[in-house]
């Protein structure tokens, strides 16, 4: 059963935000933060991705009841940072932009490491460690 999504009334009407604007606004905060390789949407959105189209919403999923959400971040580290650190710093970042941007209250923020990616080697190509997503 879906749940009606939120509205914001003024005097000029009412204003719905679907959950795939909140989940690019995200998108867009997460990969701002240093140690941030890239977002994980698994092989479907990544092949999409490879062939030209960019999804800045890829990677996330978004519930919206009343007027919270609950954002859910798949991403992959870069070597070298420290993970913790990394995903406190996706959670705050998109916290902020999410309530900025949209009105919304962000209950949580959960962050998902699905792999760490290498820096570019000798030869020109990045290597990364991934896991099944389920």
Same mark, same amino acid.
């Given at each position: 059963? $879906?749940? !009606?999504? !939120?509205?914001?009334?003024?005097? &000029? ?7 795939? @604007?909140? #989940? ?7 990969? *701002?933060? *240093?140690?941030? #390789? ?6 479907? /959105?990544?092949?999409?991705? %490879?062939?030209?189209?960019?999804? &800045?919403? %890829?990677?996330? %999923?978004?519930?919206? @009841? ?12 870069? &070597?070298?940072?420290?993970? !913790? *650190? ?5 959670? %705050?970042?998109?916290?902020? #932009? @999410?309530? /900025? ?25 990045? @290597?990364? #460690? $991934?896991? $099944?997503? $389920?």
């Amino acid at each position: 059963m $879906d749940m !009606p999504k !939120p509205e914001i009334s003024n005097e &000029f009407g009412t204003i719905r935000i679907a959950d795939e @604007v909140v #989940a690019t606004v995200a998108g867009l905060a997460a990969v *701002e933060v *240093e140690g941030v #390789a890239s977002m994980s949407g698994g092989w479907g /959105t990544d092949l999409v991705e %490879k062939l030209g189209k960019k999804n &800045f919403g %890829k990677g996330i %999923k978004v519930e919206v @009841v009343n007027e919270e959400t609950t954002i859910d971040i798949y991403i992959t580290v870069e &070597f070298g940072y420290a993970i !913790p *650190e990394v995903a406190s710093n996706v959670q %705050k970042e998109v916290k902020m #932009a @999410v309530e /900025t941007m949209t009105g919304l209250t962000v209950a949580n923020v959960n962050v998902h490491i699905v792999g760490v990616s290498m820096k570019k080697n000798n030869a020109g190509t990045e @290597v990364s #460690a $991934d896991v $099944d997503q $389920d």
